[in-house]
T-cell receptor, first 110, second 112 residues
Framework: GQQVMQIPQYQHVQEGEDFTTYCNSS?????IQWYKQRPGGHPVFLIQ?????EVKKQKRLTFQFGEAKKNSSLHITATQTTDVGTYFC??????????FGPGTSLSVIP | EADIYQTPRYLVIGTGKKITLECSQT?????MYWYQQDPGMELHLIHY???????EKGDLSSESTVSRIRTEHFPLTLESARPSHTSQYLC???????????FGSGTQLSVL
């Protein structure tokens, strides 16, 4: 079935460094969502991208949707300890199911 | 903040017991989902629903069943729990017009 891949699986950064996670699909996506899950918590919606080449910013977070709508990225500028958690991308399949990528776990070293 | 509730928060039961995990939302969302997640791992879709009397299986094979008799309620039932069912179960809902999922706090199930 349709799959969404995500890299890297883990990322350890020094506080203040930048962080990027990438999401890829073998098929064209109608839209893509990003979620953050803190340790011990549940996923929380961050943003949805719909248009080809779309770029959206939320403070230090920048989200991009590829021109072909098969890939997406989340970039965090100058990470803080509050950014710790797992970042998931998610997409709707052709059957209207919402599937999640495997996630990127971010650790921030103070 | 999302109004979606899951009970119980934690459940420890013995093998062979029948259990029902409750999920309710007060946002009037048509779409609801159940995901299974092991610690630090990805979310696997096990069931979803487009609305009342509509249920579909997800990508991960599951021995659980669901029902959707009312819009706000989407319970998940295991007829005979086994240790392999030990996991966290997350319920979510979304409006008809987009895929912005609101998650409950989850039920951590341990089967001994």
């Amino acid at each position: 079935g349709q799959q969404v891949m995500q890299i890297p699986q883990y990322q350890h950064v020094q506080e203040g460094e930048d962080f990027t996670t990438y999401c890829n699909s073998s098929t064209t996506l109608s839209n893509i969502q990003w979620y953050k899950q803190r340790p011990g918590g549940h996923p929380v919606f961050l943003i949805q991208l719909v248009k080809s080449g779309e770029v959206k910013k939320q403070k230090r977070l920048t989200f991009q949707f590829g021109e072909a709508k098969k890939n997406s990225s989340l970039h965090i500028t100058a990470t803080q300890t509050t950014d710790v958690g797992t970042y998931f991308c998610a997409a709707k399949t052709s059957y209207d199911k919402v599937i999640f990528g495997p996630g990127t776990s971010l650790s921030v070293i103070p | 903040e999302a109004d979606i509730y899951q009970t119980p928060r934690y459940l420890v039961i013995g093998t062979g017991k029948k259990i029902t995990l409750e999920c309710s939302q007060t946002m009037g969302h048509d779409k609801m989902y159940w995901y299974q997640q092991d610690p630090g791992m990805e979310l696997h879709l096990i069931h979803y629903s487009y609305g009342v009397n509509s249920t579909e299986k997800g990508d991960l094979s599951s021995e659980s069943t669901v029902s959707r008799i009312r819009t706000e309620h989407f319970p998940l039932t295991l007829e005979s729990a086994r240790p392999s069912h030990t996991s966290q179960y997350l319920c979510a809902s979304s409006p008809t017009y987009n895929e912005k999922l609101f998650f409950g706090s989850g039920t951590q199930l341990s089967v001994l």
